[in-house]
């Protein structure tokens, strides 16, 4: 499954550098950027990187993703936009980086790809090792509960459609109750979980994104 997904993104990987060319989510990074201020920030599923831009002033960087193309992409994307970041290619599940070692994570769109509950939970485990006590991780993914997928099993394939060639994307669809379990279970307070900006409507339970904010427990 996993080699399976990282191909499709590899060649999906052109088109959504100019499809996503800035993030959907600029407005709660911003505010994170601002909230955050500054610090070692991990972005995981980095993509060709544009989640990186409001946090480029003061941070010092850090991406992993699983598509080769996609960091080939993301070191274009800040050479354009002039900042720097150290980006390897890695597994989620199983990061190259010491405990303890970032004030700050985001995660735009990357758990939502990892097929099975324990490795599900084996990534948030493995965010939290990393994390130093404290520190805030932002992550965003797909909601089951959004109405164009209320008859679509928690795990669908979506097509990404590439000229005459249909690639189909795995993904896992929380709710808002799973991911918070989840998050708590692997060691995280939430802090707050929520819709994406451009959602108007007063129930969130709705939403296309789930995003939600939590903290690693400090040990004592």
């Known amino acids: 499954m996993e080699k399976q997904l990282r191909d499709v993104f590899d060649q999906i990987a052109p088109s959504w550098y100019n499809f996503r060319h800035r993030s959907i989510f600029k407005t709660e990074l911003e505010c994170l950027a601002k909230k955050w201020q500054k610090g070692k920030l991990i972005n995981l599923g980095c993509g060709h990187g544009a989640d990186f831009l409001p946090f480029k002033e003061n941070f010092k960087l850090y991406g992993v993703d699983f598509s080769i193309e996609m960091l080939k992409l ?9 900042f720097k ?8 599940r199983q990061l190259p ?4 070692t970032f004030d700050w994570a ?3 769109a990357t758990h939502h790809h990892i097929n099975g509950d324990e490795e599900r939970l084996k990534a948030f485990v493995e965010l939290n090792r990393i994390l130093k006590p404290g520190a805030e991780a932002f992550i965003t993914v797909w909601n089951k509960w959004q109405p164009g997928f209320w008859f679509k099993p928690r795990d669908s394939f979506i097509p990404w459609r590439k000229k005459d060639n249909t690639l189909l994307r795995y993904y896992h669809l929380f709710s808002y109750s799973e991911l918070e379990k989840s998050v708590k279970k692997a060691g995280f307070e939430v802090i707050v979980s929520f819709p994406e900006s451009s959602y108007k409507f007063p129930i969130r339970y709705f939403s296309r994104n789930i995003c939600i904010l939590i903290k690693k427990l400090a040990r004592f």
Not at 74 to 82: H, I, V
């Open 106 to 108: 985001i995660s735009i």
């Open 74 to 82: 993301a070191r274009k994307y800040a050479g354009k936009f002039k």
């Open 97 to 100: 980086f010491p405990d303890d």
């Open 85 to 92: 970041t150290s980006i390897i290619q890695a597994n989620v």
